[in-house]
């Protein structure tokens, strides 16, 4: 029937996992549309921490179908540990799980390159999580890459064996990055066995897949991994992923037209992070950062990285929603704001001393001054009801952004969620 978009507004981290999570029963379907294993949504279930990297987020639904979409890169070793260590929830794989045919796969000697290339740039370093990515959509746009569909065809073996060789020539640019003989022939025997997994499990035309559903009158929550401010077009290059995180990559990742789209809802924590390298314009240092990061518990999901981490930042925001056409907004770890004496926000930039619309072609141009304005803070209510001073930093909010916040989340738990505006 309709397609609901969910990602991201800033550069990745939000909380999408437990947003997700919450919604999913209102869905028969859940779809991932692109990025890969870099990818760390996180559900806090019973007390217990589940981190997803390729598995779509409504997986613990025994009803729900959940499909790792056609703009999806596969690590076949990485899903399969992914989804063993999901054992202990009595998963119906078959059942509950669909991987597109087309959706692309990560070799062994993709990681060696993501890790000899980002070696190579030495104090220039992207913060790669180091995982194959950026190599894999190379090879996807360079009509190279390998897909789900070719480990069923009798050519496979050859045509892996023609691309790794490939990238050994390719590595012999990097004299300086040495190759383990011993770590790349465990990591090959791990592939393959990831392949034969992924052969037992359930593998469909994505976009056939789709249709059928929405023509039954089934509704989809496509969901996005990293966040809007690292989209290879739109985000802040070069320091970004390799795919389109936006709403528009739910059509082609998906394979579904604009004209299904319904609902676009975009996540912002109450502050802001980002892990890596790259511009970050309320980045808070010293004291006052390190203090926000261990009360966030702000460590990347997937890669363990201390997340740098600043006040929320309206401009990008702003931005980020008229790039997506959000439609609503959910609101994450507002608690972890709590019992401060003020709360700050990026209101505007300033170049040159004069204020400018929308934001600056270049985030690290050293003229752009950040405008920042504050509210009171505000502590947690003994009844679960939002304190008045959160409550004037969501109009606030909503005033600079015109557009709702629907969700409020105030700790990782399921239950930790408020629903605001009906």
């Not at 060696?112 to 180091?130: P, V």
């Not at 897949?209 to 690292?230: I, P, R």
């Given at each position: 029937m309709a397609v609901d978009v969910l990602l991201g507004l800033q550069w990745g981290d939000e909380g999408k996992g437990k947003i997700v999570d919450f919604l999913a029963p209102q869905y028969p379907i859940i779809a991932r549309f692109q990025g890969g294993p870099n990818a760390g949504h996180t559900l806090v279930v019973d007390g217990k921490k589940i981190v997803l990297h390729t598995v779509p987020s409504g997986i613990l639904y025994s009803e729900i179908v959940n499909l790792i979409g056609n703009g999806v890169v596969i690590d076949p070793a990485t899903l399969k540990k992914e989804i063993e260590s999901l054992s202990a929830y009595d998963i119906d794989l078959q059942r509950q799980l669909r991987i597109a045919e087309k959706a692309h796969?990560?070799?062994?000697?993709?990681?060696?390159?993501?890790?000899?290339?980002?070696?190579?740039?030495?104090?220039?370093?992207?913060?790669?999580?180091?995982?194959?990515?950026?190599p894999t959509y190379m090879d996807k746009t360079g009509r190279n890459g390998i897909r789900v569909g070719d480990i069923m065809t009798s050519s496979f073996m050859a045509t892996y064996k023609d691309l790794k060789a490939k990238h050994m020539r390719l590595l012999s640019l990097y004299p300086e990055f040495s190759i383990e003989e011993d770590e790349v022939k465990k990591a090959e025997e791990a592939f393959f066995e990831g392949i034969e997994f992924i052969?037992?499990?359930?593998?469909?035309?994505?976009?056939?897949?789709?249709?059928?559903?929405?023509?039954?009158?089934?509704?989809?929550?496509?969901?996005?991994?990293?966040?809007?401010?690292?989209?290879?077009?739109?985000?802040?290059?070069?320091?970004?992923?390799?795919s389109n995180t936006i709403s528009a990559a739910a059509?082609?990742?998906?394979?579904?037209?604009?004209?299904?789209?319904?609902?676009?809802?975009?996540?912002?924590?109450?502050?802001?992070?980002?892990?890596?390298?790259?511009?970050?314009?309320?980045?808070?240092?010293?004291?006052?950062?390190?203090?926000?990061?261990?009360?966030?518990?702000?460590?990347?999901?997937?890669?363990?990285?201390?997340?740098?981490?600043?006040?929320?930042?309206?401009?990008?925001?702003?931005?980020?929603?008229?790039?997506?056409?959000?439609?609503?907004?959910?609101?994450?770890?507002?608690?972890?704001?709590?019992?401060?004496?003020?709360?700050?926000?990026?209101?505007?930039?300033?170049?040159?001393?004069?204020?400018?619309?929308?934001?600056?072609?270049?985030?690290?141009?050293?003229r752009i001054v950040v405008?920042?304005?504050?509210?009171?803070?505000?502590?947690?209510?003994?009844?679960?009801?939002?304190?008045?001073?959160?409550?004037?930093?969501?109009?606030?909010?909503?005033?600079?952004?015109?557009?709702?916040?629907?969700y409020l989340s105030n700790g990782p738990e399921r239950e930790k969620l408020n629903i605001l505006g009906g």
């Open positions: 796969l990560i070799l062994p000697s993709h990681r060696l390159l993501d890790a000899a290339s980002e070696h190579a740039k030495g104090a220039g370093k992207i913060g790669s999580t180091l995982r194959g990515i950026g052969r037992r499990l359930s593998i469909v035309n994505g976009e056939q897949f789709l249709h059928n559903a929405l023509e039954k009158g089934m509704d989809v929550l496509a969901e996005g991994a990293q966040g809007t401010l690292l989209d290879i077009e739109y985000g802040s290059y070069p320091f970004v992923t390799s059509c082609t990742g998906l394979g579904i037209s604009p004209q299904n789209i319904r609902e676009v809802i975009g996540i912002t924590k109450a502050y802001c992070t980002r892990v890596g390298s790259g511009p970050f314009p309320s980045e808070l240092h010293g004291e006052e950062g390190e203090s926000l990061r261990e009360k966030g518990g702000e460590f990347g999901a997937t890669t363990g990285r201390p997340r740098r981490c600043g006040w929320i930042d309206l401009p990008l925001l702003n931005y980020a929603i008229k790039i997506n056409g959000v439609t609503q907004i959910a609101m994450t770890k507002v608690d972890v704001l709590e019992d401060m004496e003020s709360v700050s926000y990026a209101d505007s930039y300033s170049v040159n001393g004069a204020v400018i619309e929308g934001i600056p072609f270049d985030l690290e141009d050293e405008n920042y304005n504050n509210v009171s803070g505000w502590s947690a209510t003994k009844d679960g009801s939002i304190h008045p001073n959160l409550q004037a930093f969501i109009e606030t909010v909503e005033r600079k952004l015109s557009v709702p916040i629907r």
